[in-house]
């Protein structure tokens, strides 16, 4: 996953804009993951390749390696005969199982990562929360998914510093950052997942792996306790 934030000006998430040729398959990539992240493509949705092609005024191969990208990180599901779609939206039972296993796996991470912590690493981790905690201006919904890219890095660092790279690659290939945060877009989501944050990476600075476990855990179970209300509101909107 490239975890990079544009430094120009947002696009308008609204709007088909042209792609510079330069980079093209990452500007491409950054197009649609900006449209799957803010729902303007919507989860489940069939996505035409061919109007792809006129809205980004670009050839097929550079879209078809982009949703090649964006299928590694669950969000394209690529079906034989039919071709690409949205991944649909997490389900209640699907959330609930995804954060009983990070309850299992990422506080234990956090603790073996505080204690193997260094300089480069805390260093390393603290130039992606300020990633994070930085406004960005423009489009809300695209400040939203530079936000769930940055903390999908975020928790993976963690991971690869506490060194067990079966459990990193279980957590990764559950994309549960680009799961959760499709999930709900408003600003508490993001303010108080900074608060904690900043409580695991004072654990991390004072090399405590009890305190980083615990603000790790503690992180997680609020997250899901912000997100929890969507699935209703979701009900009653079907309900309507």
Same mark, same amino acid.
């Given at each position: 996953?490239?975890?990079?934030?544009?430094?120009?000006?947002?696009?308008?998430?609204?709007? &088909? /804009?042209?792609?510079? /040729?330069?980079? %093209?398959? #990452?500007?491409?990539?950054?197009?649609?993951?900006?449209?799957?992240?803010?729902?303007?493509?919507? &989860?489940?949705?069939?996505?035409?390749?061919?109007?792809?092609? $006129?809205?980004?005024?670009?050839?097929?191969?550079?879209? $078809?390696?982009?949703?090649?990208?964006?299928?590694?990180?669950?969000?394209?599901?690529?079906?034989?005969?039919?071709?690409?779609?949205?991944?649909?939206?997490?389900?209640?039972?699907?959330?609930?199982?995804?954060?009983?296993?990070?309850?299992?796996?990422?506080? #234990?991470?956090? $603790?073996?990562?505080?204690?193997?912590?260094?300089?480069?690493?805390?260093?390393?981790?603290?130039?992606?929360? *300020?990633?994070?905690?930085?406004?960005?201006?423009?489009?809300? /919904?695209?400040?939203?998914?530079?936000?769930?890219?940055? #903390?999908?890095?975020?928790?993976?660092?963690? !991971?690869?510093?506490?060194?067990?790279?079966?459990?990193?690659?279980?957590?990764?290939?559950?994309?549960?950052?680009?799961?959760?945060?499709? %999930?709900?877009?408003?600003?508490?989501?993001?303010?108080?997942?900074? #608060?904690?944050?900043?409580?695991?990476?004072?654990?991390?600075?004072?090399?405590?792996?009890?305190?980083?476990?615990?603000? !790790? /855990?503690?992180?997680?179970? $609020?997250?899901?306790?912000?997100? %929890?209300?969507?699935?209703?509101?979701?009900?009653? *909107?079907?309900?309507?």
């Amino acid at each position: 996953m490239r975890s990079s934030v544009s430094s120009g000006e947002p696009a308008d998430l609204g709007r &088909p /804009r042209a792609i510079n /040729r330069h980079g %093209l398959v #990452d500007d491409v990539y950054e197009a649609i993951f900006n449209q799957l992240m803010a729902l303007r493509i919507a &989860p489940g949705a069939r996505i035409n390749v061919d109007n792809l092609v $006129r809205d980004l005024s670009v050839s097929h191969t550079p879209i $078809r390696e982009a949703l090649g990208r964006l299928e590694g990180e669950g969000l394209v599901v690529k079906t034989h005969l039919i071709g690409y779609s949205a991944a649909p939206q997490i389900t209640r039972r699907g959330f609930e199982e995804l954060y009983e296993l990070r309850l299992l796996l990422e506080p #234990d991470g956090a $603790r073996r990562a505080a204690e193997a912590m260094n300089q480069d690493r805390l260093l390393v981790l603290r130039q992606i929360a *300020d990633v994070m905690s930085v406004p960005q201006g423009g489009d809300e /919904r695209m400040r939203y998914s530079a936000f769930a890219r940055e #903390d999908a890095v975020f928790h993976d660092k963690i !991971m690869e510093f506490a060194g067990n790279a079966l459990i990193r690659g279980t957590l990764a290939h559950q994309h549960a950052h680009f799961h959760i945060f499709r %999930l709900m877009f408003h600003a508490r989501v993001t303010e108080e997942a900074l #608060d904690e944050h900043e409580a695991v990476m004072d654990a991390f600075t004072d090399g405590s792996g009890k305190a980083a476990e615990k603000a !790790m /855990r503690e992180h997680i179970v $609020r997250s899901r306790d912000r997100l %929890l209300p969507a699935f209703e509101e979701a009900r009653r *909107d079907q309900a309507r």
